[in-house]
């Protein structure tokens, strides 16, 4: 059986100058095998015109 290594998360951010992210509970956040963790991931706009035009649209 194969062993699973617990997962830690580093950052979580937006990758767009315009918006901002928030995490509760914050990064660093370690994660073992089979064991759920709830993240909440706020992401906020700080900034319209920064945003490419369409932003929102899938692409």
């Given amino acids: 059986m194969r062993e699973h290594t617990p997962v830690t998360l580093q950052h979580i951010g937006a ?8 995490t509760t509970p914050a990064p660093p956040l ?3 095998a089979a064991e759920p963790q709830h993240l909440a ?5 700080r900034d319209c015109s920064a945003l490419p035009h369409r932003v929102n649209t899938p692409t």
């Fill in 30 to 32: 370690t994660v073992k």
């Fill in 15 to 22: 990758d767009l100058p315009g918006l901002a992210t928030r």
């Fill in 41 to 45: 991931v706020r992401i906020s706009v």
